[in-house]
Structure formats: structure tokens, C-alpha cells
């Protein structure tokens, strides 16, 4: 049931009933419920041919297509992630060989902020806080709580658009928090109704629990960038032995795995092509078609050490 409330002065519209009913339900039945509510999602999360570029590493940023209803106060969420961790995350994608399919529009659905909790919710208790355990505890509970419990109304429009969708009272977000976290075998969460009777003891809470999760960002963050970094030199030190592998004698040029095209070129004509063509530039214009690992191939062979 929607109720119509003034909340400071100002007439906001609480669907605190819905989203109590909401975490009653199964995942599969509330992507249902959301379909049937915001209608389909408008395109798909990145744009297909960008992706793939992306996939081979041909470009750094993926295109993302044109899916957001932020000025509705909506999100949009990759129904997906009950399978994979951070759908929507580059790093995520490339480490994970997280598949296109996922990225369409069929695989998303809108929700507001609250409905986005309960989505992570649902995923962590169904796939026992394999995924959207992190979304939840990390990133979007600690929303509800600094915008609805805090009450600190954030800044940027499209923000305040989210925040006046979802909007709850003080009172119902912690009843709807222990909500969630009763659903997740959490009942630690009884004790911060204590908010409403002693300010104080709130905010001293709120203040280690901010601490606690700055210190696991920074410690999640440092593991994932080690991570990171051991996976690129592994990566970039098989990359060099295939490469060295293929062209053995490219080491006497100087060639690497890196070398732009262009030099190449210029090779490959001081090699074959300089009696066949005026300069290099015409040479150039003429090979325009031919990716970088042909050439690399010819001009291997017309040194004389292909394989």
C-alpha cells in the first residue's frame, strides 16, 4: 500500500508495506514483480561491439548503452548477478570472462534504492552470501542508512531523484534494515533501534561501523589491487614468451609485443616493398587493410625466420 506522508515539511510517498511484502518473496518472483512494475529496460547495459573490443583489449572503457531512468529515481540492476559478482564492474568483467548475454536489456531490470537492497538481499540468502552479500553489506545498506537513518539528503540531482523515490522515516528504514538482516540470520541488528532512544549511542555506533567498513574497503581494495597486479605480470610475462616464441628474430629490431604498427611498417618496406613503392607513406596508405599481426607475420617471413 502506497501512504502519502509530510515528512519535515515536505509530502513524500512511502511504499514501506510493499517492500516488507517484497522480502517475503523469492528472487525470481520480485524480478517479476519489478518487470511488471517499471516495464522493461530501455537498452542494453554496454554496447555490444564495445564490449567485445574491450574483451580482446583493444580498449580500456567499455560504451555503456542508454538504460538509465535516474531521473525517475530508478536503478538498474543485472538480474544476473546471482551467478557473477560486480556485472556491471570492468574489472569484474574482464578478470571474471563475464558473457555479453548478461549485459543485455532482457537481463536488467529497474528498481529503486530500497527494492536494490532487497534484490542483494534475496541473492545473498539464496545463494547462501556467495553474491550480493558485498553489494548489500558494503555499498548499498550503508546508503540507506546515511541517507534515511543519517538523514543527510545527497547533493547531486540524480541522487536526490533516488532518494525521494525510495524515501522512508527514520523508523521505517531500521524496520525495514532488520528486516533484511533477521532474513539473513543477522539479528545483531535489534540493537540499533536503541537510535530512537539514545541519539548519542547511535552515533557512536554509527562511527565505529564507519571505521570498520573504511578499514575493510581499504583492506578489500588492497587485496583486489595485489590481485590485480600478479594477474597483469603473470599476463604480460606469457604475453612476451608467445610473442618471442613466434618472432624469434624480432629481438635484433627491437620489435616487442608493443611496438606500434607504424614502425612495423616502416620495416616491412626497408625489407620488400621499397622498389615496389615511391615512399613509405604510399607504402602505409597502401596497407591499410591489413591488421598489425599480418604485417608482423610478412615481415617476419622476408627476414627469412618464419617458422
Not at 275 to 288: G, I, L
Amino acid at each position: 500500500m502506497v501512504i502519502r506522508r509530510i515528512f519535515k515539511g515536505v509530502i513524500h510517498i512511502s511504499n514501506y508495506k510493499e517492500y516488507e511484502n517484497l522480502l517475503l518473496k523469492k528472487y525470481d518472483e520480485v524480478i517479476e514483480f519489478l518487470l511488471r512494475k517499471y516495464g522493461s529496460v530501455k537498452d542494453d547495459y554496454f554496447r555490444e561491439k564495445s564490449y567485445q573490443r574491450f574483451m580482446n583489449g583493444e580498449i580500456k572503457n567499455i560504451t555503456k548503452g542508454k538504460y538509465s531512468r535516474t531521473e525517475d529515481g530508478l536503478y538498474c540492476h543485472h538480474i544476473e548477478e546471482i551467478k557473477e559478482l560486480n556485472i556491471g564492474n570492468s574489472e569484474f568483467i574482464k578478470e571474471n570472462k563475464i558473457p555479453y548475454e548478461y549485459q543485455k536489456r532482457d537481463n536488467l531490470v529497474y528498481c529503486d534504492l530500497i527494492e536494490h537492497t532487497i534484490l542483494h538481499v534475496l541473492i545473498a540468502k539464496e545463494s547462501s552470501s556467495e553474491y550480493g552479500y558485498i553489494g548489500y553489506e558494503v555499498f548499498l545498506k550503508p546508503i540507506l542508512e546515511e541517507w534515511y537513518i543519517e538523514e543527510q539528503i545527497p547533493q547531486p540531482n540524480w541522487m536526490k531523484l533516488c532518494y525521494t523515490k525510495a524515501f522512508l522515516t527514520p523508523e521505517e528504514t531500521v524496520s525495514i534494515i532488520k528486516g533484511m538482516e533477521n532474513l539473513l540470520g543477522n539479528s545483531y541488528y535489534d540493537t540499533r533501534c536503541a537510535y530512537f532512544e539514545a541519539k548519542q549511542k547511535r552515533l557512536d555506533d554509527e562511527k565505529e561501523r564507519k571505521l570498520k567498513i573504511k578499514q575493510e574497503r581499504e583492506a578489500y581494495t588492497k587485496e583486489y589491487a595485489e590481485k590485480q597486479r600478479k594477474q597483469f605480470e603473470k599476463s604480460e610475462r606469457e604475453k612476451h614468451i608467445l610473442f618471442n616464441q613466434k618472432y624469434p628474430k624480432f629481438k635484433n629490431l627491437g620489435i616487442t609485443v608493443y611496438t606500434p604498427r607504424a614502425k612495423i611498417i616502416n620495416h616491412l618496406y626497408d625489407y620488400k616493398y621499397n622498389e615496389q613503392y615511391k615512399n613509405k607513406k604510399q607504402f602505409d596508405s597502401a596497407m591499410k587493410s591489413f591488421i598489425k599481426e599480418e604485417l608482423m607475420d610478412e615481415l617476419h617471413e622476408n627476414m627469412g625466420f618464419k617458422d
